[in-house]
């Protein structure tokens, strides 16, 4: 009786805690999904990089990679303070013409059934690459798995978001997916690449700004509903 | 050979600073000196690239493939930069409109520059960032007209192709798992080390990597289904834009595509990857073809007419076989030529005509007396009549596919092109050789070109396509044979 | 000295029946100081229930047996749960093995629907309107539950709360495995709505527009209206319990029988649940009530949570 054993051994505190960290990374992906306010989408998005900076940090004084130290700094940097202000700024000041509608555009479908799609995509991204043999050194499969599924889930918040800001944090969520993924299979890579990528990613978001600040200006409104005249 | 690579990186560079500021005849001379000095130094480079590989530093090296591709955004480039003089001096009043010409002007050189990078970069992280900034560039380029029609062909481009290339940059990252197996930790990605030791790279990342790589990259190829943005982006764009676009954004998309083709066919063997390309090729291929039938927009029936040769590109190289590899990539240079007349003459065409439909547009044989006749025989070009350059390339890549005995694709790739055919000669048909003066509106439309510049650079194009079809200088054979061995791999 | 197992059992059921009025008097005295009163006194619910018993027991004209059974019938499913799960002792007692989770659950079930079977006797609208939103909830709570009840299985190859508790000792690496701390999450958001917390309902107030599990009991009375209160809190330490005990924080439980380990396991749980209301009752605080259309999408949040504990699971990692 005083003999309860578990049926499954346990995976180490790193291992747990880095596959925590990455499920917070999957669930505020989850929360873009569902958020209606843009303003705490970008806030979503801030706290999701955040986390993965967290973890860069976590795995660069497990693992010993002094290099993951500067990247989860630039990282942090650049999408935690940076992006997110730019974004807001791009957002309609109180007073101009399309501040009411600091309510994202409806989705395509109903919050419910988009959680449900979400849900189904991203069991196929965990189940597609959790059953693949790749092995890391540096954070257990599962994180990579989840890696995926954010990435599918962004793309779910891609296609079945109506607003231009709603898209864009999609995508740059998906690049928080991306760096997941790469922080597991490949977190030795050398700095200078990874750091290229961000300021990649930092171009890429001013241009996502004027564009968005170019359909605004014409459309009056961040809804992409309007955006259907080229088609065939 | 050093120094060319040098001015290739830093002519574009120049030319756009200058166009930012300088008074607009200085920047048409320095862009028209940066396309035609680009072209050049790529032809000096072909004979060398022949015979050996070019390296600087340890981010920089251009095989035989890449001058190839580096052949084809060279010309664009040059052709577009005299094309230019020509498309701006109609518009520049006002001080908005002189704005929009230095950032036209300003954009297209920086556009051409990062096409040009990115065939010579040693890296697979390095090729990605370069595709990357291409993609942002002509994004913000699509965007300037201004028009409520390019500011959502412009939106769709930059979410659709970057997320494109957020798939693209899972597929670097699984090439560098692969590499670092092998490679050891820290390995910078270079392309030549891969390719080495690609026989002992763990099978299922590479597999991933393609996969991913053909998936990403191919969002900019133009691959179906995820072509959507392309049509859009195409026909909203400035036509100079247009015309670089299609003829050799497109092609530098392909290049990333069969850089990963190389270490996968290295590594897995050639049935998987030719598998995944002729999936990708058919399915376009079939895709735009059926789109073309029923197509009543200039721009969009050429920007359809892109997805259908890019679908010929990815078969030809799924056949492997050499002579089907040569007729590829002589049909990058085909298409970049004669695409880039297609979209020049559709410019011209859209500035006399003042529409972007073709419903607009009766009689341009009569009233454009060199425009209307070289863009018919451009489209002819285009769908592969001999004596030109397309004509020969696809005769190589339907050869090369009864050679490696896929005989049912190849008649399958002959099929659609002449649906493709059809579709396309129905609607300019319509449009350049119906009557001028038509009961619909009135039409009071002078005859004469628009501007000289217009015309020459499209004439270029032609002679290009002449001398392809028909006899191409062996030095461009040689480099060709050799960019299709070093495509086919060593086995 | 040691006390006899018997005993123990006894007491466990004790604790939780005694316990649950105090819990639910600090909770209460937690809020209100949190929204600036001095709030009700911490033994405010035993005066509460002394004064219900006390009394007259009135039954809306029409009402069947079953409308006085039911206060009876709950009390007792809430009085035989506590047999099931580990509330005071690491070690399994003899009653313990007679149900696993899914009898828990079945029993805590079983109390709220004669509880809703009661509400529909009595004919009055609210009481009405209560049940048929709590069982229409309630059909989204249940797979979240069986979902968690899955997660516990797959941890630790049974689903007897027991072993789930003594896993989770076993080793750090078990505390901060996703699974557990999913299934954790989404059990206690399912708390949140079974106990009738913001942001599912308002606990206090009484505007029908979002009352759920307030209005049932609304036409019962005198010592039949002590009985379902008295259950509903039991019920609300019950699920504590669990979440206490079973997954965040199985310490301080008694590994010996003797009385002062007994004792101090008593204390350090009501202390524990207290520690759990004072979270809820922060929450209570800082957030709004959702609106009845979007209490969906809070519990779907828990769904989601508990699917991907069993996501992670499949896949090693978790």
Not at chain 3, 201 to 228: C, D, K, Q, V, W
Request: charged residues 10%; glycine residues 8%.
């Amino acid at each position: 009786m005083h003999t309860l054993a578990a049926a499954d051994p346990a995976p180490s505190v790193f291992a747990g805690g880095s596959n925590v960290i990455a499920l917070i990374v999957l669930l505020l992906e989850f929360g873009m999904l569902r958020q209606a306010m843009r303003r705490d989408q970008i806030r979503l998005y801030a706290v999701q990089s955040a986390a993965i900076s967290v973890l860069a940090i976590i795995v660069a004084a497990a693992r010993n990679l002094p290099d993951l130290y500067a990247l989860a700094f630039c990282s942090a940097a650049i999408k935690v303070v940076v992006v997110p202000v730019v974004v807001r700024r791009l957002l309609p000041r109180p007073g101009q013409q399309g501040a009411g509608d600091e309510i994202a555009g409806s989705g395509a479908l109903s919050v419910a059934s988009t959680v449900l799609v979400a849900i189904v995509v991203a069991a196929f991204g965990f189940f597609a690459i959790g059953t693949l043999p790749i092995r890391s050194p540096i954070l257990p499969i599962t994180a990579l798995a989840i890696a995926f599924a954010v990435v599918l889930v962004a793309f779910v918040l891609m296609i079945l978001r109506r607003d231009v800001v709603s898209q864009a944090i999609g995508f740059f969520s998906l690049e928080n997916g991306v760096s997941l993924a790469a922080l597991v299979v490949a977190a030795t890579m050398p700095l200078i690449f990874e750091v290229v990528f961000l300021f990649d990613l930092l171009v890429a978001v001013v241009v996502f700004g004027l564009l968005i600040r170019v359909h605004h200006g014409r459309a009056e409104s961040l809804s992409t509903s309007e955006l259907t005249s080229l088609r065939g | 050979m050093i120094i060319v690579l040098v001015f290739l990186l830093v002519a574009p560079v120049i030319a756009a600073l200058v166009a930012l500021v300088a008074p607009a005849r200085a920047c048409n001379v320095v862009t028209a000196v940066a396309g035609a000095g680009s072209f050049a130094a790529v032809i000096v480079l072909i004979p060398t690239a022949a015979h050996h590989d070019v390296t600087l530093g340890s981010y920089l090296r251009v095989d035989a493939l890449s001058v190839v591709f580096l052949l084809a955004t060279g010309f664009l480039y040059a052709a577009v930069a005299v094309y230019l003089i020509g498309y701006l001096r109609v518009d520049r009043n006002s001080p908005a409109e002189l704005r929009h010409a230095r950032r036209l002007q300003a954009g297209l050189n920086i556009f051409a520059w990062s096409m040009l990078a990115a065939p010579m970069m040693s890296s697979l992280a390095l090729l990605w960032v370069a595709i990357e900034v291409t993609t942002v560039v002509s994004a913000l380029l699509v965007a300037l007209e201004g028009t409520a029609g390019a500011a959502e062909a412009a939106w769709k481009y930059v979410l659709i192709a970057s997320a494109g290339l957020g798939i693209a940059l899972l597929g670097t990252i699984f090439a560098y798992y692969a590499g670092e197996q092998i490679l050891g930790q820290s390995y910078d990605l270079t392309f030549v080390p891969l390719l080495h030791a690609a026989a002992h790279l763990p099978r299922t990342p590479v597999r991933l990597a393609f996969v991913l790589a053909v998936l990403g990259f191919g969002t900019k190829v133009g691959f179906f289904p995820v072509h959507t943005w392309l049509p859009d982006a195409h026909s909203e764009a400035p036509a100079p834009v247009s015309a670089l676009l299609s003829g050799s954004l497109l092609a530098v998309s392909f290049y990333a595509i069969l850089r990963y083709y190389q270490v996968a066919q290295a590594a897995l063997g050639s049935g998987f990857p030719r598998a995944v390309l002729l999936t990708f090729g058919v399915a376009s291929l079939l895709f735009a073809a059926l789109s073309l039938l029923d197509q009543r927009d200039l721009k969009r029936l050429f920007a359809y007419s892109s997805v259908e040769h890019m679908g010929i590109l990815a078969i030809g190289v799924s056949f492997g076989a050499p002579v089907a590899l040569i007729g590829v990539l002589l049909h990058v240079l085909a298409h970049a030529a004669a695409k880039g007349n297609a979209f020049m003459g559709a410019g011209v065409m859209l500035r006399k005509f003042a529409v972007k439909h073709v419903s607009g547009v009766k009689g341009g044989l009569d009233l454009l007396p060199w425009s209307g006749p070289l863009l018919l025989v451009t489209v002819l070009a285009l769908s592969a009549m001999p004596p030109f350059g397309i004509f020969r390339s696809e005769f190589m890549i339907v050869a090369g596919g009864f050679e490696s005995s896929r005989d049912i694709f190849a008649a399958i790739l002959v099929v659609l092109v002449t649906v493709a055919f059809l579709g396309i000669a129905a609607t300019t048909n319509a449009m350049l050789l119906g009557p001028a003066s038509d009961s619909t509106g009135p039409t009071t439309i002078s005859r004469g070109e628009p501007s000289a510049w217009m015309v020459a650079p499209v004439l270029a194009g032609l002679v290009v396509l002449l001398v392809l079809g028909l006899h191409p200088p062996a030095h461009l054979t040689e480099l060709l044979a050799r960019g299709a061995a070093e495509l086919r791999g060593p086995a | 000295m040691t006390l006899p197992i018997p005993l123990i059992q006894a007491l466990q059921v004790a604790t939780i029946a005694i316990g649950a009025p105090l819990v639910s008097g600090v909770i209460s005295r937690v809020e209100a100081r949190l929204q600036g009163r001095r709030g009700p006194r911490i033994l405010q619910p035993y005066y509460d229930l002394a004064k219900l018993v006390r009394k007259e027991a009135l039954a809306p004209e029409g009402a069947s047996w079953v409308f006085l059974a039911a206060p009876l019938v709950a009390c007792a499913a809430y009085l035989t749960v506590p047999l099931l799960i580990p509330v005071l002792t690491t070690y399994g007692l003899p009653l313990g093995y007679m149900g696993d989770i899914l009898g828990g659950g079945f029993i805590l079930s079983l109390a709220s629907f004669v509880v809703a079977v009661a509400a529909l006797e009595t004919g009055s609208p609210y009481a009405q309107m209560g049940a048929s939103r709590a069982k229409t909830f309630a059909a989204i709570t249940e797979p979240v539950v069986l979902f968690v009840v899955f997660t516990v299985a797959l941890l630790t190859g049974t689903d007897l709360p027991y072993v789930l508790a003594a896993t989770v000792r076993s080793s750090a690496g078990q505390l901060v495995r996703p699974a557990h701390l999913l299934a954790a999450a989404a059990l206690f958001m399912v708390i949140l709505y079974e106990t009738g917390r913001i942001p599912v309902e308002t606990h206090t107030g009484t505007n029908e527009f979002g009352m759920i599990e307030e209005a049932r009991p609304f036409e019962h009375s005198g010592p039949y209206f002590a009985l379902l209160k008295w259950g509903s809190w039991m019920k609300q330490l019950i699920l504590y319990t669990i979440l206490v005990n079973v997954f965040v924080a199985p310490w301080g439980l008694a590994a010996t029988a003797r009385p002062a380990d007994v004792g101090l396991a008593i204390v350090t749980l009501l202390a524990k649940a207290a520690g759990i209301g004072i979270v809820v009752a922060v929450i209570d605080n800082s957030f709004a009530k959702l609106r009845l259309f979007k209490i969906t999408e809070f519990v779907a949040g828990a769904f989601l949570l508990a699917v991907l504990g069993v996501f992670t699971l499949y896949l090693g990692g978790g």
